[in-house]
């Protein structure tokens, strides 16, 4: 039986992302790679699970984020409301 090439690590094995930034990062090349049909399906399904953490990783930051993200408004500070539109 023949080897895969082992050009990189799995996905899955790496740790979590240092920042959102690097997270988004990761996820678009992992897309293009699967988008690209070369991958042997064994690393394809890794690297789908590794996608879905890095989906879940983005969100709960960008959540953490906005819930954050404040306006001053006459002394005071509230929540921030994204524009209607």
Do not use: F, I
Request: net charge negative; with cysteine; proline share 12%.
């Amino acid at each position: 039986m023949a080897k895969a090439p082992a050009s990189a690590p799995p996905p899955a094995a790496a740790a979590e992302p240092p920042s959102y930034e690097a997270a988004l990062g990761e996820l678009d090349r992992l897309v293009q790679q699967m988008e690209a049909g070369q991958m042997p399906l064994d690393q394809l399904l890794v690297a789908y699970r590794r996608g879905a953490e890095l989906l879940n990783h983005c969100r709960a930051r960008l959540q953490t984020v906005e819930e954050q993200v404040k306006l001053l408004e006459d002394g005071a500070l509230k929540p921030w409301v994204p524009p209607a539109g």
